[in-house]
């Protein structure tokens, strides 16, 4: 099991930012990888963002490329999204999710472990 616990979400008008967390305490961290999904209602849950836990490699889906910033702090097990300039479009509910493997992988099916789940919703 890998439990993750996400934090951060939350109303922000256009143009502003926001941090989400999710911490773990997952013991497989050498082939750990973790990731950002979303889901905007009535829609499907899409990749985000995900790094590797070894070495800090990331990927991003590109309608977030140059605004939002994953990462992680090995001493408090826990990434990070950082999100900037954020649009209307970004409403949706932000889920957490681990996999172990060697690569990142932007498929919902290829994670095994998911969060609760943290409201961001942006106006206009």
């Known amino acids: 099991q890998v439990p993750l616990v996400e934090s951060g979400g939350g109303r922000v008008q256009a143009g502003g930012s926001l941090r989400l967390s999710c911490a773990t305490s997952a013991r497989t961290f050498s082939t750990l990888i973790m990731g950002w999904f979303r889901q905007a209602p009535g829609k499907g849950r899409d990749f985000v963002a995900a790094?590797?836990?070894?070495?800090?490699?990331?990927n991003y889906a590109d309608s977030v490329k140059g605004r939002f910033t994953i990462s992680k702090d090995s001493a408090k097990n826990t990434v990070y999204l950082q999100m900037n300039n954020l649009k209307p479009e970004d409403t949706a509910i932000y889920y957490c999710?681990?996999?172990?493997?060697?690569?990142?992988?932007?498929?919902?099916?290829?994670?095994?472990?998911w969060g609760q789940g943290t409201q961001v919703t942006v106006s206009s």
């Open positions: 790094v590797t836990w070894t070495d800090g490699s990331t």
């Open positions: 999710a681990a996999r172990t493997g060697p690569i990142i992988k932007v498929l919902v099916e290829a994670y095994d472990y």
